[in-house]
Structures are given as C-alpha cells and as structure tokens.
C-alpha cells in the first residue's frame, strides 16, 4: 500500500496530521542541530576558559569566550566576566541571571512539541469517529454483498488508518521530545558546575586582591 494510499484511505484528518508531521521533523532538526553544536564544543571551551582565567589571563579568556558567544554557557560567562570590578555577590548574580535568560532558548519548541503530542492522538480518534459514521451511513442489512458494503469497507479503512497515523506522529515526536529534555536536564547542570568553578575562582582572586591592598601593620 502507497503513501497516497494510506493518505487518502485516512480522509480529512489527515491533513492536520501532515503538517504536524512537517513541522515536527523541521523543529527536530533545528533542535538536533543545536544539541550537537553544543555538545561538540562546549567542554573544550569551557576548559579552555577556565585554565585561562585560572593563570590570570583574563583577557585571553575573554576572547575565547567572545569566539564562542553561539554557546549558552559563553554568554552566560560573558555576563559577569564583563562586569567592571563587581563584588563577588554581584558576580554570582550576573551568573544566575543570566542562566535564567538562557533557559528559554535551551527548552525552545517544547511547547510545540507537547501541543503535538497532545493533539495527534485526538485527531487519530476524530478520524475513528468520523469512518465509523460513514461505515453506519453505508451500513444496509438488506444489501449485505451489495454495492454499499465498499462504503462499510472504507468507513472502516478510514478509522484504522487515522488512529495508526495518529499515534506514530505522537510516538514519534514524544522520543525526540523526551530526548531534548533529558538534554535540558544535564544543560541546566553543567551550566551550574561550571559557573560554580568560575564563581569560586572569581572570589579567589576577589579576596587575593584585596589582601594585596589591606594596609600592613
């Protein structure tokens, strides 16, 4: 059985199942594309950083920073890297701030996925509905073997493939959602542990300078 089979055997729901079925794969990409930018790329520069800021050049941390400014965890180190001698309050301020502002971009099109998710089954059940009402329609006891038991046959047809098509768009989507999710997750944590070994190397060097500048007795 074709594609354009099953297309129409599955009558009018399948419209909306199709453009689900589009747009889901299209924000798939985008988010698979992300994900593997970041993970690529995101421990070697933090390292990076991290042992630049921790040799005191601040400058050169800066600019690998700067490079990078596509990753989250760079803006995020930007944010208080470029504060003009901030205390380490403000410091880790900047830092939490913001990781929040990150937070949106990082859970990006989850909502869409979830509307999806929660919609493609129902249309699967709409389409049941709608091909057991035709099936009744052509439903005549009287002409069991006649000509209107095509109508029965495609009633049924209809409810089938609408359900079927229905929960392989919503099992589809739901693998890659729960996939981006448990990417979020661990984000969320690396975003913590590296911004926890910034923010202690910051006071570091936050308390070393001030004992340099404490007046000797």
Known sequence: MGISKVFADG????????GFSVLAVAL???RVVFWFRVNRRQNRVVREVLGLYRRDNVVGAL??????ADLPISRIFLAALELEEPTPEEFRLALETESQAEIPLLKRFNN???????L?????LLGTVLGLITSFASLNIGDVGGSKTAGVTAGISEALVSTASGLIVAIFVLLFANSFRGLYTRQIARIQEYGG?????YRHRYEKGEKSYAPTR
């Open 197 to 201: 070994q910034l923010e202690l190397l």
């Open 112 to 118: 869409i996925f979830d509307t999806i998710i929660q």
């Open 28 to 30: 798939i990409i985008e």
């Open 120 to 124: 493609a089954p129902l249309l699967g």
């Open 63 to 68: 600019n690998k920073l700067q490079q990078n």
């Open 11 to 18: 009558g009018v729901v399948m419209w909306p199942l199709l």
